[in-house]
T-cell receptor, first 111, second 112 residues
Framework: NAGVTQTPKFQVLKTGQSMTLQCAQD?????MSWYRQDPGMGLRLIHY???????DQGEVPNGYNVSRSTTEDFPLRLLSAAPSQTSVYFC??????????FGEGSRLTVL | QQPVQSPQAVILREGEDAVINCSSS?????VHWYRQKHGEAPVFLMI?????EQKGHEKISASFNEKKQQSSLYLTASQLSYSGTYFC?????????????FGSGTKLNVKP
């Protein structure tokens, strides 16, 4: 059972570069979301989706784009990376009001 | 939007008890509790859906007071394996969409 798979696990970018963090789940979950984790800030919601074609913003959406073309995939795009986006990113999926399953995280450094 | 957790950090000896609190300024639909070990992903512990309901198993339990918009996690007779950062997550609904927000975490360190 793969669960929630995130790639890449580590990435270093230069300011202004763009990139996409990939997230895939094989549990047929309708709900998928992206969080960033910074020291002392906990997990902050970036974007989330309740199904293919349906996305909405979370607490800290600026600088990030998402789309949901399939139930399985929910990529997070950084349009023009900034040092403030240095963080650990977690993708999570779930069913309705139930348990969230997290990926292993993607550690991003922006120089 | 984020729930507020307290305390920020706790140091315990094995066998001691701890309580972690979570409160929100907004009405809560449910409360989740997760534990994260260093360098790993958060792992689900339990969810509470009804006001006043208490859930748990073995030595970790939680309560949810819907009126006070508060939840507490109780760790009884702590073990070394309980060490980690505990997050409460709250669910808010907008236009039938569920948003899950997490607190800033409580770092628990259980020492021998």
């Amino acid at each position: 059972n793969a669960g929630v798979t995130q790639t890449p696990k580590f990435q270093v970018l230069k300011t202004g570069q763009s990139m996409t963090l990939q997230c895939a789940q094989d549990m047929n979950h309708e709900y998928m979301s992206w969080y960033r984790q910074d020291p002392g800030m906990g997990l902050r919601l970036i974007h989330y989706s309740v199904g293919a074609g349906i996305t909405d913003q979370g607490e800290v959406p600026n600088g990030y784009n998402v789309s949901r073309s399939t139930t399985e995939d929910f990529p997070l795009r950084l349009l023009s990376a900034a040092p403030s986006q240095t963080s650990v990113y977690f993708c999570a999926s779930g069913v309705g009001a139930g348990e969230l399953f997290f990926g292993e995280g993607s550690r991003l450094t922006v120089l | 939007q984020q729930p507020v957790q307290s305390p920020q950090a706790v140091i315990l000896r094995e066998g001691e008890d701890a309580v972690i609190n979570c409160s929100s300024s907004k009405a809560l639909y449910s409360v989740h509790w997760y534990r994260q070990k260093h360098g790993e992903a958060p792992v689900f512990l339990m969810i509470l859906l009804k006001g006043g309901e208490q859930k748990g198993h073995e030595k970790i339990s939680a309560s949810f007071n819907e009126k006070k918009q508060q939840s507490s996690l109780y760790l009884t007779a702590s073990q070394l394996s309980y060490s980690g950062t505990y997050f409460c997550g709250t669910e808010k609904r907008r236009n039938n969409f569920n948003k899950f927000y997490f607190g800033s975490g409580t770092k628990l360190n259980v020492k021998p």
